[in-house]
């Protein structure tokens, strides 16, 4: 599957954005899927997580309540809306996808999702 991510851009603290992620080449509905983001020097860190049909979300403790993910089965696409924008959120997000165990709803760990977007780049000014 390929995925190709968009939405990022330059929003004011306590601001808003919606980041997207198109999918093709792939049954989308199968897959796992999560957002990560990346500051320069940092390890890539997990941002939330949504099982194959939506029911299942997890978050990182320091979006929980700001960000929500969802996803589009239809139309093969993954979403993140972010609310109340921090400086500390600026960062380039990545969406990935993952084929876990079928028992797995949602996966935090970078290294168990095959696939990766390009990233976007949020850019929060204070």
């Known amino acids: 599957v390929q995925l190709q991510a968009s939405g990022g851009g330059l929003v004011q603290d306590g601001g808003s954005l919606r980041l997207s992620c198109k999918a093709s080449?792939?049954?989308?509905?199968?897959?796992?899927m999560g957002w990560f983001r990346q500051t320069p020097g940092k390890e890539r860190k997990f941002v939330a997580s949504?099982?194959?049909?939506?029911?299942?979300?997890t978050y990182a403790d320091s979006v929980k309540g700001r960000f929500t993910i969802s996803r589009d089965n239809a139309h093969a696409t993954l979403y993140l809306q972010m609310n109340d924008l921090r400086p500390e959120d600026a960062a380039l997000y990545f969406c990935?996808?993952?084929?876990?165990?079928?028992?797995?709803?949602?996966?935090?760990?970078?290294?168990?999702?095959?696939?990766w977007g390009q990233g976007t780049l949020v850019t929060v000014s204070s």
């Open positions: 949504i099982n194959w049909s939506g029911s299942t979300t």
């Open positions: 990935a996808a993952a084929l876990p165990p079928w028992q797995i709803q949602v996966v935090v760990t970078p290294s168990e999702y095959n696939w």
């Open positions: 080449g792939g049954t989308f509905a199968r897959y796992v």
